[in-house]
Nanobody
């Protein structure tokens, strides 16, 4: 089992920045992929950034490429999402996710473990 707890959400004006954190506990040594997903009201859940933990290679959705950065700190088992140049369309609930298996499509919704989410609201 893996437990995920997000923090760092909030309200910010367009153009601002936020950093989301995800505390990871449990059988962390089994995790191959970690990612951040988001879901806005009335919209489908979207994978925005994923990281392959063995080599820390990252994948990004086109909608956030160049603005968001995913990273991990293995010393304290924390996943981060640095979000810069935020736009109103980034408003959503953001979820930290983890998967013990290998994923051919790391931004697809195939993750086994999910956190409770943290709300991000960007005003224009």
């Amino acid at each position: 089992q893996v437990q995920l707890v997000e923090s760092g959400g909030g309200s910010v004006q367009a153009g601002g920045s936020l950093r989301l954190s995800c505390a990871v506990s449990g059988h962390t040594h089994t995790i191959y992929w970690m990612a951040w997903f988001r879901q806005a009201p009335g919209k489908e859940r979207e994978g925005v950034a994923a990281i392959f933990t063995p080599d820390r290679s990252a994948h990004y959705a086109d909608s956030v490429k160049g603005r968001f950065t995913i990273s991990q700190d293995t010393a304290d088992n924390t996943l981060y999402l640095q979000m810069n140049s935020l736009k109103p369309e980034d408003t959503a609930m953001y979820y930290c996710v983890a998967e013990p298996g290998l994923l051919p499509r790391p931004l697809a919704d195939n993750y086994r473990y999910w956190g409770q989410g943290t709300q991000v609201t960007v005003s224009s």
